[in-house]
Nanobody, 126 residues
């Protein structure tokens, strides 16, 4: 499966953005999907994940209440709605997927994801 991320841009603090990640090649309705980000000079970090069975999403603590991950299986697309953006949210955002299950304790582990999108840059100015 190939993942294509989009929706990044330059916004001001407090603004919102919605990132999209569209899969091609096969349906990824049975994949666990996640969003990661990487700021300059830092390691890639987990942001949010949604298991293939649905259920409660899983978020990095600093984005809880501001970011929402969701999926539209009919469109083969995963979204990351980002509200109340802060300058520290500035990063390249990557979507990722793995067919079937990732245990909850490993959802934050980038190595568990098989497929990656190319990244989309989000810049939040103060």
């Amino acid at each position: 499966v190939q993942l294509q991320a989009s929706g990044g841009g330059l916004v001001q603090a407090g603004d919102s953005l919605r990132l999209s990640c569209t899969a091609s090649g096969r349906s990824f309705s049975s994949d666990t999907v996640g969003w990661f980000r990487q700021a300059p000079g830092t390691e890639r970090e987990f942001v949010a994940a949604l298991r293939w069975t649905g259920g409660n999403p899983y978020y990095k603590d600093s984005v809880k209440g501001r970011f929402t991950i969701s999926r539209d299986n009919a469109k083969n697309t995963v979204y990351l709605q980002m509200n109340s953006l802060k300058p520290k949210d500035t990063a390249v955002y990557y979507c990722a997927a793995r067919y079937n299950r990732i245990i909850q304790s490993q959802l934050t582990n980038a190595a568990m994801y098989t497929y990656w999108g190319q990244g989309t840059l989000v810049t939040v100015s103060s």
